[in-house]
């Protein structure tokens, strides 16, 4: 069933990828048929959670094909109505009278059962007081034993119950209520930080599911579970505990962090600290580097590898060779030289210049 269920998606996802924005081309009939295709299969709670398919569904409900999105949308809604109806089932009085009458009857058979034994033990010493003229201290003895097993005995219906209770689904996430309003500490200045840190963090959800990467939508049910209020309080409190007053010695680190965190530029820095990746503690150490968005390290990267290329180490002797075929214009004019880039049991780096076509290459 999960088997299928996962074919199925993916060929509905490969199509709607594939798919334009008209109407009545053959991929949007394809991923149609796939979309009824699954909205057929009869699928539980279990199956939802192991595949994720549910998560996956909603990249298909924001499509610009409208009837693909029309009916993603309903499909999701299908499911949903799914879970909600195991869950109801779960909960119903009948399975909750059946448990408690399963247990019951277990509980007085098992107190049959030790009231046999322990009757029977109270004779078997009695008439070992008889035979051997032993002490009746052993009959209590043998009353609290029974006793006490009568207790281990009785309690696990109690655990049957228990193990029973746990396997529900739950969909009510763990953690403190989510904060309604922002909390205010009666400092204007402090009040207006965690102002601008509660507006910069309610935005991650909408960035989060316009984001163009995947990856990053796929993570949207975990920033709508975070609370933006929380998050901004924790953050001041945790500036102000390190740093003090932002009008103090450290104004510059504290307009390091809310520019970056406030970025339109940088949503990738204020989504990690949003879900907890950066802690709040952190954030007082952090570089400038680190809170870069993914984007601009990239660039940062490039940048870096590019003035490596083009360093010379104080004028380094460039020698002409025909050795080299420059792969952009295909002529063998070329200048090189070498550098000792990484540790000295490795090769040296050689670094090629097209004289025709200025093209730069390199290999070790």
């Known amino acids: 069933m999960e088997r299928e269920l996962l074919e199925t998606f993916d060929a509905a996802k490969k199509a709607a990828d594939a798919a334009a924005g008209e109407d009545g081309s053959p991929e949007a009939d394809?991923?149609?048929d796939a979309l009824r295709r699954l909205r057929?299969?009869?699928?539980?709670?279990?199956?939802?959670?192991?595949?994720?398919?549910?998560?996956?569904?909603?990249?298909?409900?924001?499509?610009?094909?409208?009837?693909?999105?029309?009916?993603?949308?309903?499909?999701?809604?299908?499911w949903?109505?799914?879970?909600?109806?195991?869950?109801?089932?779960?909960?119903?009085?009948?399975?909750?009278?059946?448990?408690?009458?399963?247990?019951?009857?277990?509980?007085?058979?098992?107190?049959?059962?030790?009231?046999?034994?322990?009757?029977?033990?109270?004779?078997?010493?009695?008439?070992?007081?008889?035979?051997?003229?032993?002490?009746p201290e052993s009959i209590k003895i043998e009353k609290n034993d029974s006793k006490n097993q009568a207790v281990k005995a009785e309690r696990a219906p109690k655990e049957v119950t228990r193990t029973l209770d746990t396997k529900k689904p739950s969909a009510v996430p763990k953690g403190p209520p989510k904060l309604t309003s922002l909390v205010k500490c009666n400092d204007a200045t402090r009040d207006k930080i965690r102002e601008l840190l509660a507006d910069a963090f309610s935005r991650v959800s909408g960035e989060t599911?316009?984001?163009d990467r995947e990856e990053v939508r796929n993570i949207l049910d975990e920033v709508d579970a975070c609370d933006p209020f929380r998050v901004a309080v924790t953050i001041e409190s945790a500036l102000f505990e390190?740093?003090?007053?932002?009008?103090?010695?450290?104004?510059?680190?504290?307009?390091?962090?809310?520019?970056?965190?406030?970025?339109?530029?940088?949503?990738?820095?204020?989504?990690?600290v949003l879900l907890g990746q950066v802690r709040p503690e952190r954030l007082v150490d952090i570089s400038p580097e680190e809170?870069?968005?993914?984007?601009?390290?990239?660039?940062?990267?490039?940048?870096?590898?590019?003035?490596l290329f083009d360093c010379e180490r104080g004028g380094?002797?460039?020698?002409?060779?025909?050795?080299?075929?420059?792969?952009?214009?295909?002529?063998?004019?070329?200048?090189?030289?070498?550098?000792q880039t990484r540790s000295a049991d490795e090769p040296m780096t050689t670094f090629v210049t097209c004289v025709n076509c200025n093209n730069h290459w390199k290999f070790c």
Not at 245 to 255: M, V
């Open 30 to 32: 394809r991923c149609l």
């Open 40 to 78: 057929a299969i009869r699928v539980t709670t279990e199956i939802l959670v192991s595949t994720q398919v549910g998560k996956r569904i909603r990249y298909l409900t924001k499509h610009p094909h409208s009837d693909i999105q029309a009916m993603a949308t309903d499909l999701l809604g299908h």
């Open 80 to 135: 949903k109505k799914v879970v909600i109806e195991e869950g109801k089932k779960n909960d119903s009085p009948e399975n909750n009278r059946s448990a408690n009458s399963v247990a019951g009857a277990e509980k007085a058979q098992s107190m049959k059962v030790e009231n046999n034994s322990a009757s029977r033990s109270v004779k078997s010493e009695k008439r070992e007081v008889g035979v051997r003229g032993h002490k």
């Open 209 to 211: 599911s316009k984001d």
């Open 242 to 272: 390190r740093l003090g007053r932002s009008t103090g010695a450290h104004k510059t680190k504290y307009r390091s962090i809310m520019f970056n965190l406030r970025a339109d530029n940088n949503t990738d820095f204020r989504r990690r």
């Open 291 to 307: 809170m870069a968005s993914d984007a601009r390290k990239l660039e940062n990267k490039q940048i870096k590898e590019k003035a």
């Open 316 to 339: 380094a002797p460039k020698a002409t060779t025909d050795q080299f075929k420059c792969g952009r214009c295909g002529q063998r004019k070329t200048t090189y030289y070498q550098l």
